[in-house]
């Protein structure tokens, strides 16, 4: 997989410090893997998820940190890219304000 933009990840480690090595390590499997779809995905990240956000889209949303970080990103499986969208700590994400903004 081709990972767009692992700058906007380091950007998001400076923020949260805690999130640096996980990142690091999520990054490292994307760039590694070779997914056709979600299950193929859950084969290396088994609590990833989609959903559907206001626009129609869907994300995939990633655990990172354990449960204290979720990481939302577009999967186009056909180009084999993955997008980061946004990082959020399990409270933001939780308010489901993120999901308007996509």
């Known amino acids: ?3 767009i933009k692992r700058s906007t990840l380091h950007k ?5 410090p805690k999130a640096d090595r996980a990142l690091d ?4 499997l994307v760039l590694a893997g070779s997914w056709r779809n979600l299950v193929e ?12 956000v206001k626009s ?3 994300v995939t949303i990633f655990n990172v ?3 204290d970080f979720r990481l939302i990103t577009a999967i186009h499986y056909d180009r084999q890219r993955v997008f980061v969208l946004n990082f ?14 996509l």
């Open 56 to 58: 129609g889209r869907t």
């Open 65 to 67: 940190c354990g449960n």
């Open 25 to 28: 390590a999520w990054a490292r």
């Open 88 to 101: 959020l700590t399990h409270a933001e994400y939780s308010r489901n304000l993120w999901k308007d903004r």
């Open 41 to 52: 995905t859950r084969r290396m990240f088994p609590h990833a998820d989609q959903t559907k």
């Open 12 to 16: 998001y480690a400076l923020r949260f």
């Open 1 to 3: 997989m081709r990972l």
